[in-house]
């Protein structure tokens, strides 16, 4: 435990790479580690694009992304993420001494839940001593070791924030996988829907040379393939009862079926495999929510939040509605989740990762 665990409200820096990699986003939240969360300045800090296109080839290949050394990699990612804090606090007038802990999630770049494995990048160790902060780390190990599926995380950060919305909510997170957080009181369900960015990102990378499909335009213009989705909606892992938890390249399958039909045609198919993936989370929850809040990068996505409204008959709404902020949630969560390690309290529920029973978890470096 560190030193700085006889507080009562700390001020934590929370650093996350998501499964699309384009970006290392920082985010300073004031909080407890329970009911009080004050979120505060956020910032993104794009990848060098050698380190980027070594973690795309690391996590195209399973057997290295889960066998090999990769030290190297784990160098060049270990860097970068101190690199994005150090600026994020020169940016910010932060000084060092003001920071109780770090929260480092790393960059995924296996996760196989269902053989006790899951793999991120990144030394907590190195960060604490280059930053002289304690730093936490390997948020995801101990659900795992647990039985667990080591994710989602970020659902008790949700249902603090949402707090005093209205009930049954379900928070979206279209990253490069999609998940969601039912919440209603204390009741808490969460779990991966499916594909969601990734799997459109790699597509527009391969054949237009684009980062992204931007407001998805490309996929607005195309028509979805009916044979492909219907196929796509028979996945059994849409009947799966949650908790349940996916790998960036699960449904990989299902985006080579694309492979081969006009750009505009193959990019409204797989929108629609994403949303499609999202409305069978309705299978799982107790009850419809009044309303869906969308965070991550596919909340920019106006056609695939047209097609979700239209899907869902409900309102489908960015997290910004409602005064949060989309583009560094994940990043205040692990924040919050490394007060909450250094306080021994839990990380995951068994309605969240199907853990035994609540659990904490993280790994604590000091300078």
């Known amino acids: 435990m560190s030193p700085a665990a006889s507080k009562s409200l700390y001020r934590a820096i929370g650093v996350m790479s998501g499964t699309s990699m384009d970006a290392i986003d920082v985010a300073v939240i004031e909080t407890d580690g329970q009911s009080i969360v004050r979120p505060g300045a956020g910032g993104s800090y794009p990848y060098d694009p050698a380190v980027r296109q070594r973690l795309l080839e690391v996590i195209a290949d399973p057997r290295q992304a889960e066998l090999a050394p990769l030290t190297d990699v784990e160098a060049a990612v270990t860097a970068a993420h101190g690199d994005a804090i150090a600026r994020f606090l020169d940016d910010n007038g932060i000084g060092r001494a003001e ?11 296996f996760h196989r839940p269902e053989r006790r494995f899951t793999r991120q990048l990144g030394s907590a160790a190195a960060i604490a001593a280059r930053l002289g902060v304690a730093t936490v780390g390997r948020f995801r190990h101990a659900d795992i070791a647990a039985g667990g599926e080591g994710a989602p995380l970020v659902p008790l950060y949700h249902q603090a924030l949402a707090a005093g919305l209205a009930q049954p909510l ?32 790699d597509f527009v990378r391969r054949h237009c040379g684009l980062a992204f499909d931007a407001e998805g335009k490309i996929a607005a213009s195309g028509t979805p393939r009916k044979s492909l989705v219907d196929e796509f909606a028979r996945h059994p892992y849409f009947d799966r009862p949650p908790p349940k938890s996916l790998d960036r390249n699960e449904f990989h399958g299902a985006a080579a079926s694309a492979e081969g039909l006009p750009v505009g045609d193959a990019m409204a198919t797989l929108a629609e495999f994403t949303v499609l993936a999202a409305a069978a989370a309705l299978k799982h929850v107790p009850q419809p929510p009044r309303r869906w809040l969308v965070t991550g990068g596919g909340r920019h996505n106006r056609h695939l939040m047209n097609r979700l409204a239209a899907e869902l008959g ?24 490394a007060v909450r390690s250094l306080l021994g309290l839990p990380l995951s529920l068994p309605s969240t990762t199907g853990v035994p029973r609540p659990l904490t978890g993280g790994e604590v470096s000091l300078p």
Do not use: K
């Not at 109780?100 to 960059?107: F, N």
């Not at 998940?179 to 969460?190: F, M, P, S």
């Open 314 to 337: 409900c309102a489908v709404e960015p997290v910004e509605t409602v005064g949060w902020d989309g583009d560094m949630l994940e990043a205040q969560c692990f924040g919050y989740l």
């Open 99 to 109: 920071i109780d802990v770090i929260g480092l999630h790393g960059q995924t770049v």
């Open 170 to 201: 379900m928070v979206l997170n279209l990253g490069g996988v999609g998940n969601v957080t039912y919440i209603r009181g204390e009741e808490v369900i969460a779990f991966d829907t499916g594909p969601a960015s990734a799997m459109m990102d």
